[in-house]
């Protein structure tokens, strides 16, 4: 009896570790955007404009490998896009760590604009007021609209 409990725990710390390790976090660069920079009518992206992607779900055991890589952020853009199309879901602390780090890159006067969450993770970001936190002129269902509206704020031509 006691066997196979620890042989369950073991197990769910095995599955825990791996899922953690499946998350990526990554910024793209502009050799990657040139098809979506041409589509908006732009030749590159300008200058203070990161754009970061989250493949895997965002969970208590992933969030701190999306702390990491966001506070790895030495410069200090003046916006930043988070893409959510490849994040299944997200738990309580998933969505805690998105909080404090946009809270932070706030306080560094960085405008955050997230895109492309599935309906799941949307409903969470919602309920737990991330989007009001952000103002809904930065949440945008599609990335091309996100990238638009980013250029259009950095460049001054907008105020979104």
Known sequence: MIAVNIGVILAMLHFMRRMASSVEVQQIVEHDLEEELRANGHAH??????????EGPLFFGAA?????????THTDP???????????F???TGLQVLEEVIQQLHKRNIVVKLCEANTKVLNK??????LQDIGSEHYHADFNTALAKAVSHVEGTSTL
């Open 45 to 54: 992206l300008p200058p203070g404009v990161l754009i970061y992607t989250i």
């Open 64 to 72: 701190e490998t999306f702390e990491r890589v966001l506070a790895q």
């Open 125 to 130: 970001l919602d309920r737990v007021g991330i």
């Open 90 to 92: 997200m738990d309580i």
């Open 78 to 88: 003046r916006l930043l896009i988070i893409r959510l199309k490849r994040v299944p």
